[in-house]
């Protein structure tokens, strides 16, 4: 359910159910009033054009030769190590059109042009050790780039909308940031006609030196709003550009505290001058007054003035860069964000909250025996003393800690710290409507009703005093208030984490800074990024070109062919969207993209000859299964399978399968689980041996978009061995009728909720002879993946261990935030 009323054949599990939403788009924004130059015509205004009539990889030589000469220049190589390899006898055999490094970055500056890096000395107030120089490129030039980037051209929303429930035409629905209140009222100001363009702007500090050396860069990324959040959020899409090198700065000033507002207006400053053109761009629309124009005090006086900004408040920027930028509010623009707001948040507090409410020693017990998940992280040590914890490593935490601190931590500290868990899961989801903003208040509220008893068990402390701390000064806690004002401004939160910008201070400045020799790096990380968007450049282009000849040649054959037999083809026309499309996914698409077994089952369906049964199929409308196609056992005797197994009643429970099959199972296929075996175990079956496979693929819609494919999850089944006395089993929820196959996730779940972790309570099924339940159930019977959790008590058994928690343990949690998308289907059915 996103902005536009555009459907692709698989509709989401909430379009299925609920219909499409009622869109009300806003009228006369975004008008075509002439065409323009595209890609292709960019690439052919290139003043060597001409030369790529008769070479289409000009200045290269042949497509050999911009090849070798394209990984060179994109690899982080430095100018020595590519002239030692070009001075290699093999290399030297090589018709090439370089020889030397100086020769083929030569050859780089005359590829088709790219956004331009310019640089200019920046001037202080204040003196500082060394010169400031900043590196930029014009905004208006990265924002055009991205916004006729091929690869973008179905990803970028260009008309506000505001999407309802489908049911519900009151009720709003947020996501993308078109979707929001803040889109609207912006469009509003322009006149008729305009095109509302959003500018996200990323800057952080980043390392460029490992271990020693001390390098620090600081970069700023720009990306345009309106690209969709699927696509933006992935760093193979390369939505984000470097558009420039902010200087850092050590000033000479003796009050060290005042050195880092120099800092922050040098920011300020450079900010300044990099986004003019984009400020003239928006000078069309009501201009704003300066928030700090009340306070009476000269800026160059920083300590005077820091110290009158102080009771308001304020850093002591004196002039901010969007004071002078029109439709430009800090309360809009400045939107909470993900992975420092709730991920790092998370880690820095509800962590260490519940180390010191359960103790360390018993937490980092639990953790460590967990039952291992296939695709999921395992702490075998515990967490207490976990190094570089990254984002990545705070998710993985969230998935097993509320279940983990059940009746071991006082159940008002697990109320708040499920509440707080609840909030941001909530708040990551890619639609929310009212009724979920109401969710995420409701969710805040429950943990400001039981924070206090976080103090009262001692856990709140201060990290260097280590004294109980009787207070809730943590700014990210109060940020938390923003949350939803923010979702009706700008739609889901998750658009905007920093995710993608961190990876990407990888991919632009860490590598890139691999190339330089450690002197005035920031210009040779520019130079560097230069040629390699020309060759990518180049290289999307002569791609596209090569496909389309191609293309034209083979239906120029077949319409030969046609005209020879005297047939009438009317599909010989080629479709050069089709195919640009085709090579801008091939060079930009991730690859290693997640596997839809969706569309693999609906190919191996329409595959009159693939092998039967299916090894790839779906299941009601939201889970498709994967089996390898060869099984882990192959014609292993009924009674080995028992043995291996420890399945003593396997040959009964698969008579009375085969007996009561034609009674119980259903007209839909259905097939019931009795409770009680009639078949003795020594019943004969119908064949001698059996086929096992030892682990099943299980892929779920995503709840809220099918443009989303989420990654296939592992359940395992494997028997005891040397390491696993007790095998590795992991759970799964199987419907239990006949409705709940198609209905599921809507379906929901029956049964006992534990009152402070709101989890379903699980208890196994002993037949009267105390020996666990078991039967048969089909695998189109399997609605989800599910992950359970040995409720441990106060103090956990010391015995226990990864290997045996699962099989000793009678009472379990079911354990819902050890998936989002799991979490939303069980929190919203």
């Known amino acids: 359910m996103t902005g536009t009323t555009t459907r692709t054949p698989s509709p989401s599990w909430g379009d299925r159910v609920l219909g499409k939403p009622y869109v009300e788009r806003f009228e006369g924004a975004a008008k075509v009033f002439r065409s323009s130059q595209t890609f292709q015509d960019r690439f ?64 780089a500056e005359l590829l088709p042009s790219v956004p331009k890096w310019q640089y200019c000395t920046i001037s202080t107030t204040h003196p500082t050790k060394q010169p400031l120089y900043l590196y930029w490129c014009d905004p208006l030039d990265c924002i055009e780039s991205l916004f006729s980037h091929l690869h973008f051209v179905k990803q970028i929303d260009l008309m506000p909308t505001c999407v309802y429930n489908p049911v519900y035409h009151t009720v709003r629905m947020y996501s993308e940031w078109m979707t929001g209140d803040a889109a609207w009222s912006m469009q509003s100001q322009l006149p008729e006609g305009a095109t509302l363009l959003g500018v996200i702007l990323s800057s952080d500090k980043t390392n460029i030196t490992n271990m020693t050396g001390g390098r620090v860069a600081h970069p700023l990324l720009i990306s345009l709003t309106n690209i969709k959040m699927a696509t933006q959020n992935k760093a193979s899409s390369h939505a984000f550009l470097l558009m420039a090198l902010l200087p850092i700065a050590k000033f000479l000033h003796p009050v060290k505290r005042l050195q880092s507002v120099l800092e922050a207006r040098l920011v300020h400053q450079c900010l300044d001058i990099i986004l003019e053109p984009l400020k003239q761009a928006a000078r069309i629309g009501q201009m704003m007054s300066d928030p700090l124009a009340s306070i009476e005090c000269d800026p160059l006086d920083v300590e005077a003035y820091f110290t009158a900004c102080a009771p308001f408040c304020l850093s002591g920027v004196a002039r901010p860069f969007w004071c002078d930028w029109p439709l430009a509010d800090p309360p809009c623009f400045v939107t909470p964000e993900g992975l420092h ?3 790092h948040a998370f880690y820095d507090h509800d962590v260490q909250w519940c ?32 190094k570089q914890v990254t984002g990545r490593v705070q ?26 868990m609840d909030f941001r899961y909530l708040s990551q989801a890619t639609v929310i409507n009212e009724v979920h903003c109401q969710k995420i208040l409701n969710a805040l509220q429950e943990f400001h009703e039981h924070k206090q008893d976080i103090i009262a068990c001692g856990a709140r ?59 005035n790096v920031d210009a040779q990380i520019c130079r560097f990024l230069d040629r390699v968007e020309k060759c990518q450049s180049l290289q999307t282009t002569t791609s596209i070109i090569t496909q389309l000849s191609q293309s034209q040649a083979q239906a120029t054959s077949s319409q030969a062919m046609d005209d ?54 779906v299941v009601g409308t939201s889970t498709a299964i994967h089996l390898n196609f060869d099984p882990s056992l192959q014609h292993i005797p009924v009674n080995i399978v028992a043995e291996i197994f420890s399945l003593p009643d396997l040959q009964g429970a698969l008579a009375d399968y085969i007996q009561q099959e034609g009674h119980s199972r259903t007209s839909q296929g259905f097939h019931k689980l009795e409770g009680q075996h009639h078949a003795v175990p020594d019943t004969p079956l119908p064949f001698d041996d059996l086929m096992v496979w030892f682990k099943v693929w299980v892929q779920q819609v995503s709840f809220y978009s099918q443009s989303v494919t989420p990654p296939a999850l ?17 759970a799964a929820i199987f419907a239990v009728n006949d409705t709940e196959v198609e209905q599921w996730p809507a379906s929901g779940l029956k049964g006992v909720l534990e009152c402070t972790t709101q989890m379903h309570v699980l208890k196994c099924a002993m037949r009267s002879a105390g020996v666990p339940f078991g039967g048969i159930l089909l695998l189109d019977q399997l609605c989800a993946f599910a992950h359970i959790v040995p409720r441990f008590g106060c103090i956990a058994d010391v015995h226990l261990t990864a290997q045996n928690s699962a ?23």
């Open 44 to 107: 052919n205004m290139d003043p060597y054009s001409h030369h790529r009539k008769d070479n289409l990889y000009y200045p290269f030589a042949s497509l050999q030769d911009w090849e070798l000469g394209k990984f060179l220049l994109c690899s982080s190589l430095s100018m020595a190590a590519i002239d030692e390899f070009l001075k290699l006898e093999l290399v030297k055999s090589l018709p090439l059109s370089f020889y030397t490094a100086k020769e083929l970055c030569g050859r």
């Open 341 to 343: 707001h709730w991920h």
């Open 355 to 386: 180390l010191r409410a359960v103790g360390m020693e018993e937490l980092d017990f639990h953790f460590s025996v967990l039952q291992p998940l296939t695709m999921f992280r395992h702490f075998k040590d515990g967490i207490s003393n976990l």
């Open 395 to 420: 998710r993985d935490l969230q998935h097993y800690t509320v279940a983990l601190i059940a009746d071991a931590a006082p159940p008002g500290v697990v109320i708040a710290i499920r509440a707080l």
């Open 461 to 519: 402390r201060g990290a260097k005093s280590k004294n109980v701390l009787n207070n809730w000064h943590i700014p990210k806690l109060e940020l938390m208030q923003s949350v939803v004002p923010s979702i009706h401004q700008v739609g889901s939160l998750l658009k905007w984490s920093a995710d993608t910008t961190e990876h990407a201070h990888i991919s632009l400045i860490k590598d890139s800074a691999d190339s330089t020799n450690n002197n």
């Open 564 to 617: 020879d037999l005297g047939l009438d083809d009317e599909g010989a026309d080629v479709d050069e969207a089709d195919i640009q499309a085709a090579a801008v996914d091939y060079l930009w698409e991730p690859k290693c993209p997640v596997t839809n077994f969706f569309k693999k089952a609906e190919q191996v369906s329409l595959n009159i000859k693939a092998a039967r049964p299916h090894c790839t199929f």
């Open 714 to 730: 592992t359940i395992n089944a494997s028997p005891p061995s040397t390491t696993r006395k007790y095998g590795h089993y992991d």
């Open 807 to 829: 099989h000793s343990a009678q009472i379990f949690l079911l354990n819902k935030y050890i998936d989002k998308e799991f979490y939303y289907a069980i929190s919203n059915s």
